[in-house]
């Protein structure tokens, strides 16, 4: 039988009712992906947020008074406590207190399947759990592997529990800076190549925009946070024109820091890229508070400046009114449905004109000799022509600018370059 949860949310003066009730809808499709049962959903309206039991005194009496009678098991927050607003509301509601972050944090080692995110996840739990460990605190050892967690030892355990979660967490820190190397190294053989990220909220159809281009055979699943791991596959446009193409973790409203820190490593794959594509469902009523959400994580991971398009998916599944005020604040963005396979060519456009603004094309002679130089040619353009004359090679080449800088360095000055 599944656990039964109450929701909890507060409406400050600064808020609208229907923004918190949305961000609730949102809890409750968080604590369903746990497998939970919602019972019901507790509003409360305060001036400010209370330092002692973040909803005020009397609000906590009230709720304690309401869980006999919904039969809960936990009550679940929509935003961040703090270790002492845990602590008092667990004493007086006697049942299990969490908040927004241990739910995205439980998810997110539930479907982490790689050594790098399971590395990633457990170093952003640890981070979250030091400040808060105590006695009661047990719902969090569910997604944690390599502590050693004991509860119910009394003062002197907890010390030994958190000398034991520092400890582990300099070794995750090095683990993923070892991680973080590897990955810079594959990152320089892929130069050659225009790159192209997917981000976007989470469940917004990423990975089956990824499958539809690349056949990469990425798991997808109507649920959030499906995919953590990142997974790049080459795109062919057309006869000349291919893409690195990645797919990496989806963004949500309030996602822990922690979290983001510890997958800065892998969103790095998008800081990387010469294009972003921002992915929201157009389909949900909030989808542009959600690209607001997008936009507000590449600031924080200073990656706003990279050129980017704006994809709104789901158009099979659209309200005719949203679609319409959606056109009219995001004129040049691009309308698709990747289930459906509808306007995807408008994509593949958007991204051809885009690659030819970033192209050079040129002709170079070679001596046929100069192997290496061929080689480096060859390896890092597209040759659309070639021709052979007096033991020397004339190469007709596309070739990405920044690819061309590096490029140039290492031919040698008596090669003969004519820039179209």
């Known amino acids: 039988m599944a656990e039964r949860v109450l929701l909890v949310g507060v409406i400050l003066p600064s808020q609208q009712r229907e923004t918190v009730e949305e961000h609730l809808a949102e809890l409750s499709e968080l604590v369903r992906t746990l497998g939970f049962e ?8 305060r001036k ?9 005194k009397g609000k906590v009496e009230e709720l304690k008074n309401l869980l006999p009678e919904l039969a809960v098991d936990e009550v679940i927050f929509d935003d961040d406590l ?28 539930n479907h982490a399947r790689t050594k790098e995110a399971k590395t990633q996840v457990e170093l952003a739990s640890l981070e979250y759990l030091l400040p808060r460990l105590t006695r009661r605190w047990t719902h969090l050892e569910r997604q944690i592997g390599g502590t050693r967690m004991r509860s119910g030892a009394g003062e002197t355990q907890i010390e030994v529990d958190r000398r034991l979660i520092r400890s582990r967490i300099a070794r995750l820190k090095k683990d993923l800076q070892r991680i973080d190397r590897e990955r810079e190294t594959q990152r320089k053989g892929r130069d050659s190549l225009y790159r192209v990220a997917l981000v976007g909220y989470t469940n917004a159809g990423k990975s089956t925009i990824m499958n539809l281009l690349t056949d990469a055979a990425v798991p997808v699943e109507d649920k959030l946070f499906a995919t953590l791991d990142t997974t790049i596959r080459q795109w062919k446009i057309d006869k000349y024109h291919s893409v690195l193409l990645s797919d990496t973790v989806g963004f949500i409203r309030k996602l822990p820091p922690n979290l983001v820190a510890s997958f800065r490593s892998t969103l790095q794959e998008a800081g990387e890229a010469d294009l972003i594509l921002k992915v929201i469902d157009i389909s949900n009523s909030a989808c ?23 994809i709104f998916n789901k158009i099979d599944c659209m309200d005719r009114d949203l679609l319409g005020m959606v056109k009219r604040d995001h004129p040049d963005a691009i309308y698709i449905s990747a289930l459906k396979q509808l306007k995807i060519g408008d994509l593949r456009r958007h991204i051809q004109t885009k690659l030819r603004a970033e192209e050079l094309s040129f002709h170079i002679e070679l001596p046929l000799e100069n192997v290496r130089a061929i080689a480096l040619v060859r390896d890092h353009c597209m040759i659309t022509g070639q021709t052979f004359t007096d033991n020397r090679v004339h190469l007709r080449c596309i070739c990405y600018k920044r690819v061309w800088q590096w490029l140039r360095q290492w031919l040698v000055s008596e090669v003969e370059v004519v820039i179209d």
């Open 288 to 310: 542009l508070e959600h690209l607001n959400t997008v936009n507000e994580i590449l600031i924080e991971l200073g990656l706003f400046t990279i050129p980017s398009l704006t």
């Open 82 to 109: 703090s270790p002492t607003q845990l602590r008092n509301l667990e004493q007086i509601l006697n049942v299990e207190i969490r908040d927004r972050s241990s739910v995205i944090l439980e998810i997110f080692a």
């Open 48 to 56: 400010q947020i209370s330092a002692a039991m973040y909803i005020g």
């Open 38 to 45: 919602v019972a019901d959903y507790y509003l409360v309206n």
